[in-house]
């Protein structure tokens, strides 16, 4: 494998990475917090779907970008209301959330634009264009660090470099900030925060906007930054892998941001070497296509080991029973 | 020393729960043009209806049911098994091989064999997630995921390179042989001289799913596996105390639901299509998670949610035939009862709870 | 009264069951006529939808794709005042009119173009899901390069083993950006909604595509070097138009019988060459001639070519 | 010196907390029913009450924690809302719970700040914190490390925190909801001390405690509480004991633990030599050897975290360990398939563990599942070889409960919705009704109100009237004292030494549990508690 082939397999990866990023930090927030959180899917696919249609209705890819955050936000709203308000189970809402996303976005699609459950293709200010680093063709001839910087830093769109920023600001913000302390503290021991004057609900509530806010960025990104538009079910279940990686990396932000550069890694390479051949035979296909699942099997298995999620997450605050 | 009679609870709440939902999905239906009381007819006609409206929605809800109890099951060790598509994926691949190994003679032996077939394939499914959790702490959750895409791969290979007969364009097995057609509720309420719809797929596997609502009653309340089940799920300390072993009960409530899942290929491969295609499962298994969990994971919850989604499927099925409602409009529909009826049900909960205590209070 | 009823992957599957949906509409708009139609949601509705619309006395009845096969057999016979017609498969009973698309035909040609578009002699193809269908397509497409070019490098990649894998179109764009990267400057798609991906990753990276199913030329107009049309569309127009009085019997559509075709129109007209024209009117010819025989992968499950 | 000035200060200043009417209902159950009470500034204000009377429930509601139903709140003479916990901190009001409100996996440090930060970045206010931490634990001798985290800590330095917390808030009243429950009588003495120093800068303190010795050294009024109701408030110093005692039971109450001299017989449990290291790798038990006889209790004393809890779990077959245990001659495997609680069962070993709500009780079932949990496989519940005989198990828990006088004895009821009096009861009844030949016991009154603490005590002397050994783990040295017929010291995982009851003494126990065996030149206070501090290892959960 050649230097050129190598950052074109990172290239890849980093745009498979992003949108799993996005929602795994969404994730994090979330069952931070403690609220379990399996409809970051759903929250995608809505997200994806809005912004897709604002932006090609206005033309504006950031009115498409807000859009989508917005109708994220609204899934996060009824999962909290489910979860943290009426104390429901967070799984069923997450399930419903996912469900709803599924049939909505294409029921809405149809009837907006009649074009089969799809956005008409964005073009130009619609979309979210690579942006080209300072330098980076100037940059381009100097050895390795030019390439690197050209070809695999530079390029992509605003929304990568955002994920990707996300990832120390999340780091702040957890360990960092009063919001942070509150936030962790929440997951881990709600009657603590309670008892320390703090409003559990307030708290759970700012997180799972969070989560919606992310989820929305998520869905933007692969709507209006990798594509062109909306396609039904086009998250694909990015939501799941997302929440995979979310355990993989035990909820911290440097982990997530490996989990998920571990799982497009392992994407991109299976999508670039899709027919290996071993001494005249023929991998099938299908085996490539399970190795990113497989191997993902084998490193938690072999290298990560125990997962412990946030001591209070999955059960609502009941003070009285 | 609860706040509400139980049968309000049982009863009043999931009603309540469920004409909300059916309020707004009518809203929804509205808002695309349609007729939505009309929509609420033919739903309803259209599967409770007929014995052909029950027939298929007596099939759907057999396949809720294996995978909803498979997700009971282990759901009461607390162990989220997301994995049971997989499972079902890789049963429907052990029924497949027991019912094209043999030219069966009579379907009351190839039964027998494909429930165990169907068992042991899914159950062989849930066994890595389910020693990884118990020996190494991998999270459940994301290796039943994997596991589900991994046995997506594998039926693509298994159906596209080893069992398609040559020349076919469909990947998919060849027809089951006779001997192994299962006889349908038409069939076998003849015998008693019901009449029941001819068409519909509802088969004999329905009592075997509600056998297996029994077995799993009986093995989760009244056997001492079950007894540990439920003590290890609920305490592991408590469940090691007490001299439970966690490895071995994390590996039995797996392979039981794993079977349980695996079992659902008896319905819709052997069953239904006489044959296995590609994605014969078709999202039954995350549906099960719903059903199990509005269930509150109790055999006899998770046969009413199993009747309802079946009642969703099929009546969205007649909707579909008969009105231009598009089929994601029923996605929507199934959403917002899993959402009324499984997580807001303590919106409807609140008022009626505080009606009740105060009612008591008035009385005494 | 007809009837359409339509596979799982819904009728806006911006390919194959669209077409046919696209029929109907024409007869619909053309005639004023009023037909039913379903999108099924599950394997057991195949049946289901046959049995009921048989019933209501609805004719002929259309269906889209070849996972009907094992059903209409059983089906069609209880029916036998009622006309059936398939797509995509051959079902032998005396009401049901088969149709099967040369799609390797069709697939040749376009390979033959993309060959001579090429400027690297690298090529690809993504396919939806490794089936046999898709094999024929790809089967088909590679011999076409082949013949154009017989030192080009096809490179030949399948989306995923999930329903998912014909609507991911993030996955097909990686495809084609993976592609690209390999040196293909021209990649023929055939996975539904996947390919609206691959189709605009192509347009993004200003390389070549090829559309599938429907004339798909207008999505990038000027990016998208021709489609592989497979005329469904007609197929469904015909049927309704026929009425009950479809002729049944098995029907092979190939490039002789219009059934498939390469796309030319005002968004691609500008991409094509004459000399390149000129070589697939030949080989065209020459396949309605029975000259050339493209090699139908289903015919022995191989394919000659890698 | 309580009193003195604080009595015309009584009729002069205005209550620091009244409360006129509070009422408080759990759905159907009435924890709080029409209650008033004062409290006077700079005075300490005992409570007690059976378990389960609504003692916390009235002090969570003061702390604004739970909202009452009805009555009136006055801090300081003026009528205070408190609708949350925010309002009670503004209002000055700290609160210590009964069970802890700590995040295990947060620093001291971080756990002080929780709610009270001083802006939206952490760096400034743990500064600041850690300075005031540092005046505090000077000021008040409640020495803890600022950055160890809370899961490291003993409980006793966890309930230093929760104090911290409250100081650090600037509370003048402090609630302490069994504050003793998991102390030495070292730590507790420490508490005390700090108690009174707080009092006398005119903090008001309310003292929740079922120890009544505790009610009589410290407090200047108290409070008894039953069944939901405020049945008497008295000054402390025209009061007794037994007075309390009676008040609050309703009956006489033995306070004095009455044994007939023990009868020992042949040996039942040797151990020999036993080692444990525990998952973080540290050595728990380095070489521990001891026996008990039949007929006899062995009492196992020390501070919390010294290894007994380890030593119980590996005799209840909890873990894994390596040496020699025999029983009634017969070795028993420390290791592997033979080594579960199961097997322990079938030799004869029953085990009470020191956490009840953790490991002894599965707290959602029915308290007829838990009387047979680890029982579970004994034939007599067994209908036939896959079912078990439910009704019979019923049937056979709703007597036990009778005879071990559990309330309420509703077998059907969920072990969650019991009181930790009859919790305890309902473990004690499983494990002593099976006639064990060996009884491993841990912190048995833990948490548990007097009435329950004698008859738990006369039923396990019963047992081993009755001949049969008992290894009994407490880390209060009273009922070590009173209940033992032999007291093993442990310390840092060895045996310090062993003492007749009779024979020593609460001080001399004391400094066996600091590690210091070298009697002959006691040190000083200072010292003892330092090695005290040092002694407490990583803490247990808090008590049920
Ligand atoms: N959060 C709650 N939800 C429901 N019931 C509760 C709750 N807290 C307490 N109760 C019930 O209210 C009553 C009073 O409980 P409370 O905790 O105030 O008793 P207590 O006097 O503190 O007892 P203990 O000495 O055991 O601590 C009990 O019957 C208890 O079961
Ligand atoms: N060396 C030992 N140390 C401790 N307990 C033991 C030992 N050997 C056997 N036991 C326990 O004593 C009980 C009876 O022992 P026995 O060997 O008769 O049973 P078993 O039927 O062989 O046990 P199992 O069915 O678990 O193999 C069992 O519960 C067993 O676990
Ligand atoms: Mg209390
Ligand atoms: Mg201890």
Redesign the pocket.
Known sequence: MDFATVLQVLDSTVRLATPLLLACLAGLFSERSGIFDIGLEGKMLFAAFFSAAIAAVTGSVWLGLLAGIASSMALAGIHGLASITFRGNQLISGVAINFLAAGLTVVIAQDWFQQGGRTPSLLGGARFGPLTLPFAETLRDVPVFGPIYHDLISGHTILVYVAFAMVPLTWWVLYRSRFGLRLRAVGDAPEAVDTAGVSVIRMRFTAVAICGVLCGVAGAYLATALQAGFVKDMTAGRGYIALAALIFSKWRPWYALSATLLFGLLQAVALRYQNIEMGGFVLPVQVMDALPYILTVVILAGFVGRAIPPRAGGSPYV??? | MDKMPRWADIVLIPVFSLVLAFLLSGLVIVAIGEDPVAAVKLMVTGALGSTYGWGYTLYYATNFLFTGLAFAVANHARLFNIGAEGQATLGGLGVAFVCLAIPWPHWALALPAAIIGGALFGAAWAFLPAWLQAKRGSHIVITTIMFNFIGASLLNYMLVNVMRPTGSMDPATARFPPGAHLPTLHDLLAVFGIPFSKAAPANISFLVAIAACVLVWLLIWRTRLGYEIRAQGHSEPAAVYAGIRPVRIVVLAMLISGALAGCMAVNNVMGEAERLVLNAVEGAGFIGIAVALMGRSHPFGVFLAAILFGFLYQGGAELALWTTIPRELIVVIQALVILFTGALDNMVRMPLEKLFLSMRKGRG | EPAMIYDLGGKFDKSFNEAAFGGAERWSEETGGSYREIELQSEAQREQALRRFAEAGLNPIVMAGFAFGSVLEEVAPDYPDTKFQIIDMVVEADNVRSLVFSEHEGSYLVGMMAAMASETGTVGFVGGMDIPLIRKFACGYVQGVMAANPDATVIQNMTGTTPAAWNDPVKGGELTRAQISQGADVIYAAAGGTGVGVLQTAADEDILSIGVDSNQNYLHPGQVLTSMVKRVDVAVYDAFKAGPDLETGVFVLGLAEGGVDYAVDEHNEDLLTEEMIAAVEDAKAKIIAGELVVHDYMSDNTCPVK | MPGADTAEGRQTAAPAIELRGISKA??P?Q?NRDISLKVMPGTIHGIV?E????????MSILYGFYKADAGEIFVGGQKTLIPDSQAAIKAGIGMVF?HFKLVQNFTVLENVILGVEEGARLKASLAKARGSLKRLAEEYELNVDPDAKIEDLSVGHQQRVEILKALYRQADILILD?PTGVLTPAEADHLFRILDNLKAEGKTIVLIT?KLREIMAVTDTVSV?RRGEMTATLETATTSPEELAELMVGRKVLLRVDKKPAQPGQTVLEVEDLHVTDEDGVARLKGVSFHVRAGEILGIAGVAGNGQSHLLEVLGGVREATGRIRVNGQDIDLTGKHSDGRSRRARGIAHVPEDRQRQGLVMAFKAWENMILGYHHDPAYQKNRFLMDNAAIRTESAASMQRFDVRPPNPNLAAR?F???NQQKIVLAREIERSPDLLLVGQPTR?V?IGAIEFIHQSILDLRDAGKAILLVSVELEEILSMSDRIAVIFDGLIMGERLPDETDEKELGLLMAGITDTEAPPDFETIEAALDAAAGPGDAPHG
């Open positions: 003070k009285e029973q | 759990f759905g159950v924890a009450g378990n389960g009377a609504g003692k916390s429930t009235l009964q069994e079922h509480m919705n009181s930790g009096g948490g109100d």
